[in-house]
């Protein structure tokens, strides 16, 4: 690793230094000039929650990833930190997580159903928000993806993202190079920067996301996918024990095609983590109030029901990990959570809670740091909802999983800020496309072929379906009015005006 001094000689140093002189602008109706802690934000893409060392007791089948890997970076702050076991992402796929994790509301609010289309104008972002109501700056540096043009914005020309700074990087499309530049320059950023006023700063790290490049429905083909090219033999990860699921995907690959791309894949989590210990050393450096939250959008199938990539309501798309360091602000350490149960949509009002301020009065989570300062919740919810491909809803309770799928009417805008609507569901009288109204499920066509029910405490590979069972037809019931509970809640615009 650098020493100090010849880290500050390298450019990112200098321009992350300079993108602080800069950003002079005060957030309107700041409620104090009272310091509050420093936040770092650091997003992983497409990381599993059981691809970490040292969670090698909570998943102890040997198929999970945690026996085949090693991640000191991520052990270490987990060893000293607070990190959650049930935590979930709001909707599988990149865009929607994104947009749902910076605005603390779900997909069908932000109108972010899909990749690349933009955040609903009146729905704001974390930074937007900080802006408005604290007097915290806030930076982006990476991979942002969380809806509109900017998928990874760098310094050139004016701000980019609503509410953010940018910090340098080049938009190099892997991970292998772009997780580099912004560990790089997030460590310039926490190592140089002394303000009176706090700051929020977000890393979007792009690995292990690479391992999208094995889809051969990309045509991409980086990788030779179907020989032992490390001739490691029986040293490859085992095959997971959910493969031949009645509700398994389409995927013929061979046992060595499955190894080889689980083998891949936690080769760039060791790689991210690496890339992490930067960050991770720049805040230890500090010794001061400065919190570091460590998370991912989404998850990768992984081989599990013959899947890869994401998109899917299993654990392996859904589970995320998150991990909060901060002993000077009173977190704390060496906390493994196994009760609650969280979401990426917590993140909001967490973040808005240390820095003083209120979150947004739609905002679908709730703030952890009662949990990471070792206090009692006054309450805590008893399920998480989330989305999945548009259409789909699940319930997570603390037993069993539930979900289900509206059917798709295929008729969504494909261009952002046309102020056209989103009609992706089936209104079942009339037949026609029709949007999405919270609360009205019995409106909207069922897709009986997505309907499944896990029991989580003794099937958590998801390998028996139990919806079709009459034995738990009480039990589909108390989640089908939970999930009314949850979509009473939401807001939505028919017609979304997009960032």
């Not at 914005?153 to 991970?175: M, Q, S, W, Y």
């Not at 897709?447 to 039990?475: I, K």
């Amino acid at each position: 690793m650098m020493n100090r001094r010849e880290f500050i000689g390298t450019s990112a140093a200098f321009a992350a230094t300079a993108a602080l002189k800069t950003s002079t602008a005060l957030g309107r109706n700041a409620r104090s000039a009272q310091k509050r802690p420093n936040i770092v934000l650091v997003i992983a893409d497409q990381m599993n929650i059981d691809a970490i060392s040292a969670y090698r007791d909570l998943f102890k089948d040997e198929a999970y990833g945690t026996h085949h890997i090693e991640t000191p970076n991520l052990d270490w702050l987990i060893e000293n930190g607070v990190s959650f076991k049930e935590s979930h992402s709001p909707d599988p796929v990149c865009c929607p997580a994104r947009a749902s994790l910076f605005t603390g509301r779900m997909s069908c609010e932000t109108g972010v159903f899909y990749n690349n289309i933009g955040i609903a104008k009146d729905v704001p972002n974390l930074a937007q928000w900080l802006e408005r109501h604290s007097d915290y700056t806030s930076y982006y540096c990476g991979k942002w993806h969380a809806g509109g043009q900017w998928n990874c914005p760098t310094v050139d020309g004016a701000r980019k993202i609503p509410g953010f700074e940018t910090l340098p990087t080049n938009d190099n499309g892997t991970g292998l190079v772009l997780d580099y530049q912004v560990a790089a320059s997030l460590e310039a950023f926490i190592r140089n920067t002394e303000s009176d006023r706090p700051y929020l700063v977000v890393g979007g790290l792009l690995d292990p996301h690479d391992c999208c490049f094995w889809n051969p429905g990309l045509g991409k083909n980086m990788v030779t996918s179907g020989t032992d090219y490390f001739e490691l033999g029986q040293k490859l990860p085992p095959l997971p024990p959910n493969q031949n699921t009645s509700h398994r995907g389409n995927l013929d690959w061979s046992d060595m095609q499955w190894k080889n791309y689980i083998y891949d894949y936690l080769r760039q989590i060791e790689r991210l983590d690496k890339n992490l210990g930067r960050i991770i050393s720049a805040v230890r450096d500090r010794d001061d109030d400065t919190l570091l939250i460590f998370t991912a959008d989404h998850g990768d199938e992984c081989g599990r029901h013959r899947r890869i990539s994401k998109w899917q309501p299993h654990q392996a798309s859904v589970m995320v990990p998150l991990i909060v360091y901060g002993p000077n602000t009173g977190i704390r350490k060496g906390v493994i959570d196994t009760e609650h149960l969280v979401s990426g949509v917590d993140l909001f009002p967490t973040i808005c809670d240390f820095a003083g301020i209120e979150p947004t009065e739609q905002c679908r989570g709730e703030s952890l740091r009662p949990i990471l300062e070792g206090k009692q919740p006054e309450t805590w919810r008893e399920s998480v909802y989330f989305s999945y491909r548009h259409t789909g809803r699940v319930i997570r309770s603390k037993k069993y999983k539930y979900v289900m799928k509206y059917a798709f009417s295929n008729r969504i805008s494909k261009k952002p800020g046309d102020g056209l609507p989103d009609l992706p569901f089936i209104d079942d009288k009339t037949g026609e496309p029709a949007a999405f109204v919270p609360g009205q499920g019995d409106r909207f066509r069922r897709d009986s072929g997505c309907t499944m029910l896990f029991d989580m405490e003794n099937d958590e590979w998801e390998m028996n379906n139990l919806a079709g069972n009459p034995q738990y037809a009480s039990v589909i019931a108390e989640h089908e009015a939970e999930l009314k509970k949850w979509e009473d809640r939401l807001e939505i615009n028919k017609r979304f005006d997009r960032n």
